[in-house]
């Protein structure tokens, strides 16, 4: 069974400080993705990485950056937090492109910047 | 601009009865729909899918409907149980974008009473 591990539940940080948002998949899955969850806007995908040391925006990447260094690690950085990047983020993996390969998702973390 | 939108918040179904879920979309391009279930301090989880081929699809207690014509799709769980209590996320993809890029719709809770 796939296992999309966030290293951390709850987070407090405050306003300006740089924030790292860790996660890892154990089933070797090429595709990675990062997504915060908001009442009343849903999922909406920050960035993502079909590989290794790649990555593409997402629909809202403003603020945010990511790495991937590992296959298995998508680690996601908010560079100077601000309260208005308080969310729950969500980070996925899925397997190649192929269309019946859904996301897997970890259980989040929820973010708050005071 | 929502491009997968789900109107009802929330909807309320006693046990054993049938609960509809809604999803409207505007992106004709979209060729592959997802749904999604969320319970409270864990990630989505993949529940049912159908390709814009299809106009069924059912697994189970669920079937999804596709009506092109109208971008339109619904979930049907039959019959409503408890533990079908969750937020349910409809999901949608362009299958020759080549990746898992999901557009979700803001989500309908779903409450099923005993």
């Known amino acids: 069974d796939v296992k999309v591990t966030q290293s951390s539940r709850y987070l407090v940080k405050r306003t300006g400080e740089k924030v790292f948002l860790e996660c890892v998949q154990d089933m070797d899955h090429e595709n990675m993705f990062w997504y915060r969850q908001d009442p009343g806007l849903g999922l909406r995908l920050i960035y993502f990485?079909?590989?290794?040391?790649?990555?593409e925006k997402g629909d809202i990447p403003e603020g945010y950056s990511v790495s991937r260094e590992k296959k298995e690690r998508f680690s996601l950085i908010l560079e100077s937090a601000s309260t208005n990047q308080t969310s729950m983020y969500l980070c996925?993996?899925?397997?190649?492109?192929?269309?019946?390969?859904?996301?897997?998702f970890g259980n989040g973390t929820r973010l708050t910047v005071t | 601009d929502q491009q997968v939108k789900q109107n009802s918040p929330s909807l309320s179904v006693q046990e054993g009865r049938i609960s509809i879920l809604n999803c409207d979309y505007t992106?004709?391009?979209?060729?592959?729909f997802l749904w999604y279930k969320k319970y409270p301090a864990e990630g989505p989880t993949f529940l049912i899918s159908?390709?814009?081929?299809?106009d069924k699809n059912e697994d189970g207690r669920f079937t999804v409907f596709l009506n092109k014509s109208a971008k339109h799709l619904s979930l049907h769980i039959v019959p409503s149980q408890p533990g079908d209590s969750a937020v349910y996320f409809c999901?949608?993809?362009?299958?020759?974008?080549?990746?898992?890029?999901?557009?979700f719709g803001t989500g309908t809770r779903l409450l099923v009473s005993p």
């Open positions: 992106n004709s391009m979209f060729d592959y």
């Open positions: 999901a949608a993809k362009r299958v020759n974008t080549g990746f898992q890029k999901l557009v």
């Open positions: 996925a993996s899925s397997l190649g492109s192929q269309v019946g390969s859904p996301l897997h």
């Open positions: 159908i390709s814009s081929i299809k």
């Open positions: 990485s079909y590989d290794v040391k790649m990555k």
